[in-house]
């Protein structure tokens, strides 16, 4: 990535007369001429990357710079896919809600828990609806409830203002179970099972 490639001095960019330079195994090879440190890269098939400029004198590496860049955009995917699915979403309910808008409601907070979000479940009071909490603590237990296959509270309901509010969060996916059924049928069919005596197999002077 271009960042990468203004953070880091490669090859010819270096233009100091000695660095301390570390191997391509981390291993410390001390402080040598920068046209020596050149060399030794040429000659492994490295590169030679200054990771601390700062330093005096700057301190490089030898590695596979297009490797190590194509490590560090694979990190930087997996730090932005991480943060996404750290995001909270949030669903509101109202006191007063019906059974198809609840469940309309429950399907988008399901949704969100199978993306892998945090969900912040937000039931609204109006007026005087505020002077009875159990209402809204009612809805946020069905809500746990209907949703106990996928995600679970995290920790009790808080009052904010006129909200009530419940974070629920998704449940690690369970380790595949082996088929049981299948295993009893392969280790029934795997047992040998008698056969009665044909008239070929019976005594000769029977």
Same mark, same amino acid.
């Given at each position: 990535?271009?960042?990468?490639?203004?953070?880091?001095?490669?090859?010819?960019?270096?233009?100091?007369?000695?660095?301390?330079?570390?191997?391509?195994?981390?291993?410390?090879?001390?402080?040598?001429?920068?046209?020596?440190?050149?060399?030794?890269?040429?000659?492994?098939?490295?590169?030679?990357?200054?990771?601390?400029?700062?330093?005096?004198?700057?301190?490089?590496?030898?590695?596979?710079?297009?490797?190590?860049?194509?490590?560090?955009q694979?990190?930087?995917?997996?730090?932005?896919?991480?943060?996404?699915?750290?995001?909270?979403?949030? =669903?509101? #309910? &109202?006191?007063?809600?019906?059974? $198809?808008?609840?469940?309309?409601?429950?399907g988008? %907070? !399901?949704?969100?828990?199978?993306?892998?979000?945090?969900?912040k479940?937000? =039931?609204? #009071? &109006?007026?005087?609806?505020?002077? $009875?909490?159990?209402?809204?603590?009612?809805?946020? %237990? !069905?809500v746990?409830?209907?949703?106990?296959?996928?995600?679970?509270?995290?920790?009790?309901?808080?009052?904010?203002?006129?909200?009530?509010?419940?974070?629920?969060?998704?449940?690690?996916?369970p380790?595949?179970?082996?088929?049981?059924?299948?295993?009893?049928?392969?280790?029934?069919s795997?047992?040998?099972?008698?056969?009665?005596?044909?008239?070929?197999?019976a005594?000769?002077?029977?």
């Open positions: 990535m271009i960042n990468i490639a203004k953070e880091h001095k490669v090859n010819e960019q270096i233009r100091v007369r000695q660095i301390r330079l570390i191997g391509g195994e981390g291993e410390q090879i001390g402080i040598i001429d920068t046209r020596d440190a050149m060399n030794m890269a040429r000659e492994k098939g490295l590169d030679l990357v200054m990771v601390s400029p700062q330093a005096v004198p700057p301190v490089c590496r030898l590695l596979d710079y297009g490797r190590f860049r194509y490590e560090q694979q990190n930087e995917k997996e730090n932005r896919k991480r943060v996404r699915s750290q995001e909270v979403k949030a =669903i509101k #309910f &109202r006191v007063k809600i019906d059974d $198809h808008d609840f469940n309309t409601k429950a988008h %907070v !399901r949704r969100f828990l199978e993306e892998g979000h945090k969900v479940v937000t =039931i609204m #009071f &109006r007026g005087r609806e505020r002077t $009875h909490p159990e209402l809204g603590e009612r809805i946020l %237990v !069905r746990a409830e209907t949703l106990a296959d996928i995600g679970a509270p995290e920790g009790t309901p808080s009052m904010m203002g006129m909200d009530m509010n419940m974070i629920m969060a998704p449940k690690q996916a380790a595949p179970k082996k088929e049981r059924g299948d295993d009893g049928e392969k280790a029934q795997a047992d040998p099972v008698p056969s009665p005596a044909t008239p070929a197999e005594p000769a002077n029977a």
